[in-house]
C-alpha cells in the first residue's frame, strides 16, 4: 500500500483564522514532508521531519507551523495566512536511508484559499 | 548545485501512439537519483519511475520507460501506447547524495494532452 491520506481536501480560510492540514501514512517511512505548490510550477518544499524531528525547515514564515505527533501523521498549522499563501499543499513520506535512491510518495492534497 | 531542465512546456499526442518527454540534469555528484511524477488535474502527484545513476539498464515500469544516457546527462521518460488518462503535468526530479538526502529538485513540468 503506498497510499498518503490528506485532510481536507479543500479549505476556504479568512486571515484571522486558525486550521490546520493533517496527513497520514502507513507504509512505516519515518521521513514525513510538507510542499507547497502554486499553479503550474513544480512542488516547494516546506519542511521535512525525520524520525518525528524536524530536519529541514526551507526558511518558511512561523505563520506555518508543523507537527509530528508520531511516525505516521504529520500536520500544519496555519495562522494569520495571506491571500498568497493560497495553493496546493502537498504531504509526502519516504523510508530513510543513506543515499538519493528512494522515492517519495506524495498524498492528494489539500487546496488552500485565503481570504 | 543540482539543476533539471524540461524544455517543453507542453506536448500533444494522439491516443494509442508513444511519447517522448524530455529532461536533462546537472551535477558533480556520481551518485544520484533521477525520477519521474505526473500530476493530474486532480492534483496528486504520482510516482512513475526511478533511474539510479549507477544502474546499467534503462528502467522500465509498464508502459513508462526511462531513456537514460548518462554521458549526455539526459533522462527521457517514454510513454507507450498513450492513453486519455495520460493528460497530466509530468515533472522530472532528480537527488544527489550532496547536501540534505531529502531534497528533490523538480523541473518546471511538461503539460502532456493526448487527443482521441
Known amino acids: 500500500d503506498t497510499e498518503v491520506t490528506q485532510t481536507p481536501k479543500h479549505l476556504v480560510m479568512g486571515m484571522t483564522n486558525k486550521k490546520s492540514l493533517k496527513c497520514e501514512q502507513h507504509m512505516g517511512h519515518r521521513a514525513m514532508y510538507w510542499y507547497k505548490q502554486k499553479a503550474k510550477k513544480p512542488p516547494e518544499l516546506m519542511f521535512v521531519?525525520?524520525?518525528?524531528?524536524?530536519?529541514i525547515n526551507e526558511s518558511v514564515p512561523s505563520r506555518f507551523s508543523p507537527e509530528c505527533p508520531n511516525s505516521s501523521l504529520l500536520n500544519l498549522h496555519l495562522h494569520a495566512l495571506q491571500p498568497e499563501d493560497s495553493a496546493l499543499y502537498l504531504c509526502?513520506?519516504?523510508?530513510?536511508?543513506?543515499?538519493?535512491?528512494?522515492?517519495?510518495?506524495f498524498g492528494p492534497g489539500t487546496r488552500l484559499t485565503v481570504t | 548545485a543540482q539543476k533539471i531542465t524540461q524544455t517543453q512546456p507542453g506536448m500533444f499526442v494522439q491516443e494509442k501512439e508513444a511519447v517522448t518527454l524530455d529532461c536533462t540534469y546537472d551535477?558533480?555528484?556520481?551518485?544520484?537519483?533521477l525520477f519521474w511524477y505526473k500530476q493530474p488535474s486532480s492534483g496528486e502527484m504520482i510516482f512513475l519511475i526511478y533511474?539510479?545513476?549507477?544502474?546499467?539498464q534503462n528502467a522500465t515500469e509498464g508502459r513508462y520507460s526511462l531513456n537514460f544516457q548518462k554521458a549526455r546527462k539526459s533522462a527521457n521518460l517514454v510513454i507507450s501506447a498513450s492513453q486519455l488518462g495520460d493528460s497530466a503535468m509530468y515533472f522530472c526530479?532528480?537527488?544527489?547524495?550532496?547536501?540534505?538526502?531529502?531534497?528533490?529538485?523538480f523541473g518546471k513540468g511538461t503539460l502532456l494532452t493526448v487527443n482521441p
Open positions: 551535477t558533480s555528484d556520481p551518485s544520484y537519483g
Open positions: 521531519y525525520s524520525y518525528e524531528k524536524l530536519s
Open positions: 509526502a513520506s519516504s523510508q530513510v536511508r543513506g543515499g538519493p535512491t528512494y522515492e517519495q510518495y
Open positions: 526530479a532528480m537527488r544527489d547524495s550532496g547536501g540534505s538526502n531529502y531534497k528533490l529538485t
Open positions: 533511474q539510479g545513476s549507477y544502474d546499467q
